[in-house]
């Protein structure tokens, strides 16, 4: 088991991050080094997937080769920032199953309200891993896991690029089976939940709105 934090210290992850905390960068460079990151950090998230052997045939001999064992992983998208998690992550595991959970911060309480979810069959049976940018204060994320786990989901971790340490002691009081892997844990959060010194909102860098 992950340790219930992990950050990814990589020199490539970090220097990634940091361009996409300046607020001159474009949307599009936002978005393009979002990807790349997610690419990276999905390594960390998926360092414990199940294995077992197959026979199979080289040029040379047969052997009993590694791959991966059990039914496929299932990404779980907290809208819509979350999306911008997804595209990395696919490029390394493309048979992915793909959910959303669908949640908006309400602006004057700060707690999430649910509008949309659709998620694939079978979570009891997969490695679930729950993919949202941000943990600022983490009610979301509780609500997305409490959710999932209703929904049968228990091998599950949660990923993101920056989390707050309000929103890492949230998600480990209610959630302390499941680990929480991240880019950078930040100050604080401020008196509106964002996370500082942060780098704004990510759907709207993301995508360009306000």
């Known amino acids: 088991m992950l340790d219930h934090l992990t950050v990814v210290t990589h020199p490539l992850v970090q220097h990634k991050l940091s361009i996409m905390r300046d607020k001159e960068t474009s949307t599009a460079g936002f978005r393009r080094l ?3 990151i997610s690419l990276l950090l999905a390594y960390e998230v998926t360092r414990e997937l199940d294995m077992t052997t197959a026979e199979i045939e080289t040029p040379l001999t047969k052997m009993q080769a590694p791959i991966l064992d059990g039914k ?11 999306n911008g998690l997804l ?11 793909v959910g959303f959970v669908g949640l908006y911060r309400d ?3 700060l707690q999430p309200v649910q509008y949309y979810c659709k998620v694939p069959e079978l ?19 509780v609500a997305a896991i409490d959710l999932l786990k209703a929904k049968g989901a ?9 989390a ?13 089976d499941v680990p929480i892997v991240t880019a950078a844990v930040d100050e604080r959060l401020n008196d509106h939940g964002y996370i500082v ?3 704004g909102d990510a759907g709207d860098r993301m995508f360009g709105t306000k």
């Open 107 to 109: 602006p004057e309480t």
């Open 34 to 36: 979002l990807r790349e």
């Open 72 to 82: 496929k992983l299932a990404l779980i998208s907290i809208l819509r920032a979350g």
């Open 164 to 176: 707050a340490p309000e929103g890492i002691a949230r998600m480990k009081a209610a959630h302390p």
């Open 197 to 199: 010194p942060g780098l």
């Open 123 to 141: 979570l009891d049976q997969r490695m679930v891993i729950v993919v949202d940018p941000m943990l600022a204060t983490g009610n979301s994320s």
């Open 87 to 97: 595209d990395g992550i696919l490029e390394l595991i493309p048979a992915a199953r």
């Open 154 to 162: 228990a091998n599950l971790r949660f990923l993101c690029l920056l």
